[in-house]
């Protein structure tokens, strides 16, 4: 496993949600990004306690993220360790209920 993929999985397992994302929570880069953080938002996560990863700010990590989880777009959203999706698929999930139940059972 290369530095960068290392990094990343100790990034992962940080924090019980993990987004990386263009930007920050309090001020979104792209529409994708916006969007994950209004889909988490109405899931009722704290921003505060978010732990978000701008990944305009360490091209490494862009490009090492979306070979760590096999998934070409961003941003890209972590539950207790495990790849959740992008922003289509958080609102796939939000509307069936699953992401909630997925928020709900973090430790």
Not at 12 to 28: D, R, T
Not at 52 to 59: F, G, K, P
Request: with cysteine; hydrophobic share 40%.
């Amino acid at each position: 496993m290369s530095d960068t993929q290392q990094r990343i999985a100790e990034l992962v397992k940080s924090s019980p949600v993990v987004l990386f994302m263009k930007g920050s929570a309090s001020f979104p880069q792209c529409g994708f990004s916006g969007r994950a953080i209004q889909i988490l938002q109405a899931c009722g996560v704290d921003l505060k306690t978010l732990k978000t990863l701008n990944v305009l700010e360490d091209e490494e990590i862009r490009a090492g993220i979306k070979e760590y989880s096999h998934w070409p777009t961003i941003p890209q959203l972590y539950v207790n360790g495990e790849f959740i999706g992008g922003s289509d698929i958080m609102m796939e999930m939000y509307e069936n209920g699953e992401l909630q139940q997925a928020l709900s059972a973090k430790v």
